[in-house]
């Protein structure tokens, strides 16, 4: 970001902050306390329906910590303007919701206040949540008011003046909340309507797929044209996709539901907690998410789809030519096993002609992925592929991503690739050998299709 | 020819770059501890320290090790002068069939040196590759707190005393 735009960013905020508060926009009303429902009051289908909502929304991601209880917050969420903790959303009296109304809830949905009145901030969707309908509210609220409760207070969080006063956020939300429902566009399918309702609503994909401004909020001009989430790239899901075969709704909908697709490969990163979700949720769901998705990313120009045909033709063909950089030396005995096997994962990998994280104009996934690898899911069918971090120095690392970016995508070298690198293994390698479950937060199979 | 240095020695190896390490150390070397399972880093068997690391040896050329200090089991005891952790498993009978023990081993070998008391939890993190169809989990468990405790032991023995104090 740069200064010039932090600044304007800061007085802008400052001013309508201020505006706001003299006007006392800002304030909102506590709503009263209630005691905490009895798990029986709730209808045991509107809790199942809560479930798979929860999935779709991927709640889990933010307010489940690794090795911590369910929903009990506690993650550092990192933003330019400092850190902010997700908070505890079981029913715990004391110190998560389980003393919010509904109306509480919804309102925290719609308009990002929570029960005492207080301003949210934006790492907490409603941009996006503010268009989930009453009764998906109301069957959230059912779901987690009958999750266990867990004491666990929040943490304060870590921002930089002027952010850590929540006047801010009301100058925020009169810059960039639009409140209101999903309005259908008749001239489209039912499907379509549940996946644009789905993608811009509770499923908030383009929280991370869409790149944001100097003040936090996604740009509007450039939906999902590709985000930042962590140390991953959130590939651009538009025409501007660098997916080498360009994707369709049924590729999306397998992807999504399987966490695979041949064509493309694996969800890894934090989207790989997504897909893990979608694999719970009705069928009907992930469809119409894909097939409104293919629609935002557009019906291919004859260029890209003789492209991704080429790709694929060449993906099937296999053999290599002898690899006699000191990088193809590397890609032979390291990559090449797996990955020109054709066979199915987890015993083997795509072709990597077919790699979005090579023919990205940005190295990260591909770093992230070659240093730490793809953990299996513990009591899952899973893709595996081992880390390289302990035997590959940076310079090594540098040298094989070099080869696969020339060899499979002609593309331009990346830029500061060992730095790239030396970021990636801090984040990533830290990440995996000081954590002790297992790399994505997969839905527990245990649990599915109970209430 | 490329020199590799396994448990201390220099070897002079002729193989191409791209010849992964586990082939040179069975093949060239005549180092069997470190055993040929899946072939393509799935299932740990072909374990190997390098510079303190657990490396998995099928899927590592030779082109990645110049200048890096290769560990194998045999380089950490024999037969005749039993290390720790090869104590520690034999007393707690942790292996069946055995295939897989040599990279449970030295996997977790390098756990201990880099944390001296591993929890349960570190234990079963760290040896999460590898995998044992004979099902001696809990027994690999028991023998890797059995070997962190012996190496304390070793640590606190006359010999090493003298240097501690």
């Known amino acids: ?451 | 020819m490329t020199t590799l240095k396994v448990n201390g020695r220099d070897h002079q190896v002729d193989a191409e770059p791209d010849t992964p390490l586990l082939y040179v150390l069975r093949d060239d070397l005549k180092l069997n501890a470190a055993k040929f399972g899946c072939g393509l880093g799935q299932c740990g068997s072909c374990t190997v320290i390098v510079d303190g690391k657990a490396v998995l040896s099928c899927v590592t050329p030779l082109v990645l090790l110049e200048g890096k200090q290769v560990t194998t089991l045999e380089g950490l005891g024999s037969t005749s002068a039993l290390a720790p952790i090869q104590r520690a498993f034999i007393e707690e009978q942790a292996a069946q069939c055995g295939y897989c023990i040599a990279g449970m081993m030295m996997r977790a070998q390098a756990l201990l040196q880099r944390v001296r008391h591993p929890t349960d939890e570190q234990i079963r993190s760290e040896l999460a590759p590898h995998l044992c169809r004979c099902g001696t989990h809990m027994r690999i468990i028991r023998a890797v707190h059995r070997a962190a405790r012996m190496m304390d032991f070793a640590a606190l023995s006359p010999a090493n005393k003298e240097g501690a104090q």
């Not at chain 1, 908070?87 to 715990?92: L, Q, R």
């Not at chain 1, 489209?188 to 100097?214: D, F, I, M, Q």
């Open chain 1, 1 to 451: 970001m740069k200064k010039s735009g932090i600044i304007g960013g800061v007085v802008a905020v400052l001013l309508v902050g201020g505006a706001a508060a003299a006007v006392a926009i800002a304030w909102r009303p506590a709503i009263a306390a209630t005691d905490p429902a009895a798990e029986q009051s709730f209808d045991p289908a509107q809790v199942k329906r809560g479930r798979e909502l929860a999935a779709l929304g991927n709640c889990n991601s933010c307010h489940t910590v690794r090795g911590g209880k369910n929903f009990a917050g506690g993650l550092p969420v990192p933003t330019p303007f400092g850190a902010v903790f997700s908070s505890n959303i079981t029913p715990d009296p004391e110190t998560g919701i389980g003393r919010w109304p509904e109306a509480a809830f919804r309102r925290a949905m719609r308009s990002g206040v929570d029960r005492e009145g207080r301003h949210l901030y934006p790492t907490f969707p409603y941009d996006h949540l503010t268009n989930v309908s009453d009764d998906d509210d109301r069957a959230l609220y059912a779901f987690l008011m009958t999750r266990e409760p867990v004491h666990a207070p929040a943490r304060s969080n870590q921002l930089s003046f002027p952010f850590d006063h929540r006047v801010v956020i009301a100058g925020w939300k009169l810059l960039f909340l639009r409140a209101g429902a999903y309005k259908p566009d008749t001239t489209k399918s039912p499907e379509w309507n549940r996946g644009a309702y789905l993608v811009e609503g509770l499923a908030h994909c383009g929280a991370c797929h869409t790149p944001r401004n100097a003040l936090g909020a996604e740009q509007t001009t450039a939906s999902f044209a590709g985000g930042d989430v962590d140390n991953w790239k959130a590939y651009a899901i538009n025409a501007q996709s660098p997916a080498p075969v360009p994707w369709d709704a049924d590729a999306l909908f397998t992807y999504l539901r399987d966490g695979f697709h041949p064509d493309h490969g694996t969800a890894r990163g934090p989207m790989a907690e997504v897909v893990s979700n979608l694999s719970a949720v009705p069928a009907s769901d992930v469809r119409a998410i894909a097939t409104y998705m293919a629609d935002v990313f557009g019906k291919p120009s004859p260029v890209r789809k003789l492209q991704g045909e080429t790709v694929l033709a060449q993906a099937k063909q296999g053999a290599a030519p002898p690899p006699e950089s000191e990088g193809g030396k590397i890609y032979a005995a390291a990559c090449a096993g797996c990955h020109e096997s054709s066979r199915p994962p987890p015993y083997g990998g795509i072709h990597l002609g077919l790699s979005t994280a090579i023919s990205s104009p940005d190295p990260r996934n591909l770093a992230n992925i070659v240093l730490a690898g793809v953990v299996p899911i513990e009591g899952e069918r899973s893709p595996i592929m081992p880390g390289f971090a302990a035997v590959m120095n940076d310079r090594q690392v540098a040298v094989l991503l070099e080869y696969l970016r020339s060899r499979f995508r002609g593309h331009p070298a990346w830029h500061d690739l060992e730095k790239t690198i030396a970021d990636a293994r801090r984040t990533q390698t830290a990440y995996v050998q000081n954590s002790a479950g297992p790399t994505n937060a997969p839905a527990d199979p245990a649990q599915r299709d109970k209430p």
